[in-house]
C-alpha cells in the first residue's frame, strides 16, 4: 500500500486553565494534525505538537521538517516510508511521532488489528489513568473531591511552585481531607535543589503519596539515588531523562521509574523499545501526554496498553482543552478504553 495523500492541518487549542509548572506553563496548545490516506482508501492520523519545555523541537523547526517529509514521502510504501523516519525526521521528536502515528494507523489498520494490539498482541484492553489537578494550592482539595467522585484514585499535583515549607504544609492539609484508597502523586518539574529536595521528600513520611516526579533542578545520578534510597515510594524521571540519558537512567536505575512522552521521544516504537527495557531493568514506567490533542491521546493510549503494567497513566488531559481537533477517547471513572475497531480510533471533527 502507497501513500496517496498527505495533508497538514494547523491548530491552536486553547486551555480552560493555564498549565503551571516550575519550568514555566502555557495557555494555548498548538501544534498540527497530520492526516495520510492511501490508494486503497485508508486514512490515517497522527499528532505534531511540539513542546521546547518538555524536550521538543521548536515550532518553527517542526514546521519546516513537516513541509519537507510531505514533499519526500508522496507515493511512497508505508514500510519504506516507516523506514525512513530517522533519516527525515530524527532530530525533531515530534515531527517524528505524528508522521510514526500516522503511518502506524494505516499499517495496523491493514493488519485488521487495533494499534495497540499491533504493537502488542497481548496489550491490555484499558488503561488506568491519573486525574491533572494542577498546581498545590488552597483549592486544590476541592479539585481532589471532585476527581475521587469522578472515579480517579491516583491525583497529580504540580509542586515546587512555592516554598517547600509553604507546600508541605497545604499537602498536609490536602491529604487529611482527601477520601481512603485516593493516592497523590507529585510532580516537581526539577525545581528543587538535593537539600530542599530532601526536605520534601522526608517529610512525606504517613501521606498518600504514590510516587514523586523530577525532584532535582541540577539531576545527577548520584544524587537521585541518594533521594531514592530515603524513601518507600517510587521517584520518577520525566524530564530528567533527557538530561541524564536513558543509558544513565537504566544502567544506574538511581531511581524507580521513568515517565514516557511519546511526542518527546519521538514516537510509539521508540518509547515502547525504552519501556521494555526498562522492565528488563526492574523500572517502572507510565506514560503521559505533553497535553496534546484528541489525536495524540489516543496514540499515548495505544502506547500504555502495549505497556501493559497496570499503573495510572498520565493520559486524562483532554479536559485541560477548551476545544479539540476531534473526539478523545472515552473515559470510565479512572480508566480510558481502547475502542474495539482498527487502528488508532481517532476521529477528527
Same mark, same amino acid.
Given at each position: 500500500m502507497r501513500l496517496a495523500g498527505f495533508s497538514i492541518q494547523p491548530y491552536r487549542l486553547p486551555l480552560a486553565v493555564p498549565w503551571e509548572s516550575a519550568q514555566g506553563g502555557f495557555a494555548v496548545r498548538e501544534g498540527w494534525l497530520i492526516r495520510l490516506e492511501t490508494g486503497g482508501g485508508l486514512v490515517g492520523y497522527?499528532?505534531?505538537?511540539?513542546?521546547?519545555? $518538555?524536550?521538543?523541537?521548536?515550532?518553527? +523547526?517542526? !514546521? @519546516?521538517? &513537516? #513541509?519537507? +517529509? $510531505?514533499?519526500?514521502?508522496?507515493?511512497?510504501?508505508?514500510?519504506? !516510508?516507516?523506514?525512513?523516519?530517522?533519516?527525515? #525526521?530524527? #532530530?525533531?521528536p515530534a515531527v517524528r511521532c505524528?508522521?510514526?502515528? $500516522?503511518?502506524?494507523?494505516?499499517?495496523?489498520?491493514?493488519?485488521?488489528?487495533? &494499534?495497540?494490539?499491533?504493537?502488542?498482541?497481548? @496489550? @491490555?484492553?484499558?488503561?488506568?489513568?491519573?486525574?491533572?489537578?494542577? $498546581?498545590?494550592?488552597?483549592?486544590?482539595?476541592?479539585?481532589a473531591q471532585a476527581a475521587a467522585a469522578a472515579g480517579f484514585n491516583v491525583l497529580k499535583l504540580k509542586v515546587g511552585l512555592a516554598p517547600v515549607r509553604h507546600e508541605l504544609a497545604l499537602l498536609c492539609d490536602l491529604a487529611g481531607g482527601l477520601p481512603a484508597g485516593i493516592c497523590l502523586r507529585l510532580d516537581a518539574n526539577r525545581a528543587w535543589s538535593e537539600a530542599e529536595a530532601a526536605v520534601f521528600l522526608?517529610?512525606? @513520611?504517613?501521606?498518600?503519596?504514590?510516587?514523586?516526579?523530577?525532584?532535582l533542578d541540577r539531576p545527577d545520578v548520584a544524587g537521585l539515588g541518594r533521594l531514592q534510597a530515603g524513601v518507600a515510594f517510587p521517584l520518577a524521571a520525566d524530564e530528567t531523562l533527557p538530561v541524564l540519558g536513558a543509558e544513565a537512567l537504566l544502567a544506574q536505575r538511581p531511581v524507580r521509574r521513568l515517565v514516557l512522552k511519546p511526542m518527546v521521544l519521538g514516537g510509539l516504537r521508540p518509547a515502547l523499545a525504552l519501556a521494555n527495557r526498562a522492565r528488563d531493568a526492574g523500572m517502572e514506567c507510565v506514560v503521559t501526554t505533553t497535553v496534546d490533542s484528541a489525536a495524540g491521546v489516543h496514540s499515548a493510549l495505544h502506547l500504555a496498553a502495549a505497556v501493559a503494567n497496570g499503573l495510572a497513566h498520565g493520559l486524562a488531559t483532554s479536559s485541560w482543552l477548551v476545544r479539540d481537533v476531534g473526539f478523545p477517547p472515552q473515559r470510565v471513572g479512572g480508566m480510558l478504553e481502547i475502542g474495539r475497531g482498527t487502528g488508532l480510533g481517532f476521529i477528527a471533527r
Open positions: 497522527g499528532d505534531c505538537a511540539p513542546l521546547p519545555q $518538555a524536550g521538543t523541537e521548536g515550532r518553527a +523547526c517542526a !514546521a @519546516s521538517r &513537516l #513541509a519537507e +517529509c $510531505a514533499a519526500f514521502l508522496s507515493g511512497m510504501a508505508l514500510e519504506v !516510508a516507516l523506514a525512513s523516519l530517522d533519516g527525515i #525526521a530524527g #532530530a525533531a505524528g508522521l510514526e502515528t $500516522a503511518l502506524l494507523d494505516l499499517l495496523s489498520q491493514q493488519a485488521g488489528l487495533g &494499534l495497540a494490539r499491533w504493537l502488542n498482541p497481548v @496489550s @491490555s484492553p484499558s488503561v488506568k489513568v491519573n486525574a491533572m489537578i494542577g $498546581a498545590l494550592d488552597r483549592q486544590s482539595l476541592s479539585r522526608g517529610a512525606l @513520611s504517613g501521606l498518600p503519596v504514590e510516587s514523586v516526579e523530577d525532584p
